[in-house]
């Protein structure tokens, strides 16, 4: 998709328009002449002849799905009762124990906040030891206490506010908050959904999960989309998640071809070929079929990819090519010198790109 003018747009175009006011530089395109610039200007350079043998593997590793970090902590959920939740408990069959507006209908549901100090207070047993508990262990010691008065007592506990242990999320959701943990077990996608992700603008392939002090990185969409346990783990008392504004990403066409253009490649799978029909296809009379070049930054480095379409069905390697984020297309014209010229203006104005795209 071709997007119109935006303030980075602006700043990015101004910053390669050296490169579109070139756009009569040549360079050698094969054999000597193209080792030899690729010497002087970029010693530290790749150049790879894209063929039938090689594109897939440019494609396998355009294509892998980012990883989600390992996660320390547990593996199942249980919860415990803590400070500031609110049990409920009923013995069945002793009314003298029970609050008596718990069986009308619409009233409120009565309950007992458990302590700072990890207690509950209820009748005959005195101040129960709740914090950190289960709901079965709670149950076990109040009808161990209520014994001593009642024949087999019937007990029954549940927590009816959860207010002790909890997780926050914020960034690219339309309801950033504090959210509770309860006695289901709650997964990052749960979390996600009850703040409801904002499509238009969630990197779900970059969410950050924060525990003990330590930051991991998730790609919750690999989850979604290819089934990964490791993108979806389990959401822990304290957690904080942060969901990231996704940046578009780009690739741009230059050179002699019929529109100048970028490309946004966020949300869809480009090739090679396609993006150069996107942006009309080569000029038939400047350009020279064998110099269709891609500079892609690896790291510190650079590699420059080349196609040669001088035999039409080599455009069927070029879509097998998969582009990536801030790569440069650029169509040469009939080889001649300039090689170098167009190489010293590329490099920093591809600098001065990945910096702005990074503010």
Same mark, same amino acid.
Do not use: H
């Given at each position: ?128 030891? @709740? !914090? ?5 262990? +709670? &149950?076990? #010691?109040?009808?161990? $206490? ?5 024949? *087999? ?122 993006? @150069? !029909? ?5 000029? +038939? &009379?400047? #350009?020279?079929?064998? $110099? ?5 930054? *690896? ?61």
């Amino acid at each position: 998709m071709i997007k119109g003018p935006t303030p980075m747009r602006i700043f990015i175009w101004a910053a390669l328009f050296p490169l579109l006011s070139a756009c009569e530089s040549q360079l050698p395109v094969a054999g000597d002449g193209l080792s030899k610039a690729v010497v002087e200007v970029l010693p530290d350079a790749r150049v790879v002849l894209l063929d039938d043998q090689n594109v897939l593997q440019f494609t396998a590793a355009a294509a892998s799905v980012p990883q989600s970090a390992s996660v320390p902590g547990r593996s199942s959920w249980v919860y415990r009762v803590g400070t500031g939740d609110v049990l409920k408990i009923i013995v069945w069959g002793v009314s003298e124990l029970n609050d008596p507006s718990q069986y009308i209908e619409g009233a409120p549901a009565p309950g007992t906040v458990v302590q700072a100090d990890g207690t509950v207070f209820f009748p005959y047993v005195g101040a129960v030891e @709740v !914090s950190g508990k289960t709901v079965p262990e +709670i &149950r076990e #010691a109040l009808t161990k $206490g209520l014994s001593e008065y009642f024949p *087999d007592p019937q007990v029954e506990v549940r927590v009816i506010e959860f207010n002790s242990q909890s997780a926050v999320i914020s960034g690219a959701v339309e309801n950033p908050a504090r959210y509770p943990l309860s006695t289901n077990p709650t997964r990052l996608l749960d979390l996600v959904a009850q703040a409801r992700l904002d499509p238009a603008r969630a990197d779900t392939e970059r969410v950050i999960l924060r525990r003990n002090g330590k930051t991991y990185p998730i790609n919750l969409d690999a989850f979604v989309r290819y089934g990964r346990e490791s993108s979806n783990p389990l959401v822990l008392d304290g957690d904080t998640v942060f969901v990231p504004d996704r940046k578009p990403d780009e690739a741009f066409v230059l050179g002699e071809i019929k529109t100048a253009s970028s490309v946004n490649i966020s949300e869809r799978d480009v090739s090679l070929t396609q993006i @150069v !029909s996107e942006a009309g296809g080569l000029n +038939i &009379r400047g #350009a020279d079929a064998r $110099g269709i070049f891609v500079f892609r930054r *690896d790291g510190d480095g650079l590699t420059v990819f080349q196609l040669d379409v001088s035999n039409p069905s080599a455009y069927l390697i070029g879509t097998r090519f998969a582009m990536q984020a801030q790569d440069v297309v650029f169509v040469t014209t009939d080889p001649v010198s300039r090689w170098n010229r167009l190489i010293s203006d590329l490099l920093p104005s591809l600098s001065l790109y990945q910096n702005a795209s990074n503010i």
